[in-house]
């Protein structure tokens, strides 16, 4: 039995995208023989064992403590499961969607929430009955619906497209998922301006619920070294640079300027430096303004591997407070 378990998605686009992630830093992942297609190995990891699930269950199998990691989308994580048994580990930049509150385009007095409350008290008083909500989120519209105040209300849970609802004469409104608005629009539904539930996006999560021995947290640890010297390369430029004179006042105002890292420096005062991509032309607008005329190289990198794995620490943190019984929030 391996030491830690990776549930990963199991069909479409999201998969699609998980795998192209893993192969971006490095990690391709394999189909493993004889599994049906529901088993993969990762590259250069022995010990993970990699399943493959769809993004619902995946949420379901953290929140019950059958895989140590998940990836899988916040609205998932967020719906399933309560903040002592998933813990956040690090957001992935990709499957972004929005679960939003959408209303009939034909309600052209309800623009907000508070809007959506008189709505509802106004239905009641009118029908004796309460307005209508069709969601496959069931725990967020509670929660956000509880936020804003409104009680006159009832879910609805969908079982297919809910978007067709209002229009099928199921419910009277929606909380659903959506990344343009493009379908709620077709179907004659509009977004609430402060409607927005959660901004969903994909994320590895770790399971609060599973044992991790000392070989399951030694895994986690190469593969989010892994992930996160990558993502540090994505972010940044490695610049090379002959400074010459007064190089500490130089690089301590480069550091202050544009956020850079000195690397290495030879005798001959030429620099290494790690700067943040975004800051690129702070760092060399911050050079010439100290008198370096040389020339700059700008060079992509691969991995940046720093001396403290602050996405690990995380983890530990979160396996810690759930030991002792902290009380701890999202990460």
Known sequence: MKALTLAIP???????????YFRDAGIPLKQAAGSRGYRATMEGFPAIDVMLLSASEIASALALGEV??????????????KD??????????????????????????????????????AFFQRHRRRLRIATKFVNLTRGFFAEAGIAEYR??????ATEGAPAAGTAEAIVDITTTGATLAANGL???????????????????????????????QALLARLAARECAKASHILRVRIGSKADAITKRLEKDAATTVLSRSTAG??????????????????????????????????????DNAIFARLEKALGAKSTGAKRGRL
């Open 190 to 220: 509009k977004i609430l301006d402060d409607g927005v539930i959660l901004e969903s996006q994909a994320q590895l999560a770790a399971s609060l619920s599973i044992a991790w021995s000392k070989e399951a947290k030694a895994a986690a």
């Open 68 to 81: 140590h990691f998940g990836i899988t989308g916040e609205d998932l994580v967020y719906e399933t499961a």
């Open 270 to 307: 030429d620099f290494s430096l790690l700067c943040p991509r975004k800051r690129l032309m702070d760092a060399v607008t911050s050079l010439r303004a100290q008198g370096c005329k040389g020339g700059v190289t700008v060079e992509d990198v691969q991995y940046v591997f720093e001396e």
């Open 155 to 160: 879910i609805v849970e969908s079982a297919g």
């Open 10 to 20: 199991s069909k479409g686009r999201l998969q699609e995208q998980v795998r192209d």
């Open 84 to 121: 002592d048994m998933i813990a956040s580990v690090m957001k992935l930049g990709f499957g972004f969607a929005n679960v939003v509150v959408a209303v009939p385009q034909a309600w052209i007095d309800v623009s907000t929430m508070a809007d959506l409350d008189d709505v509802c008290a």
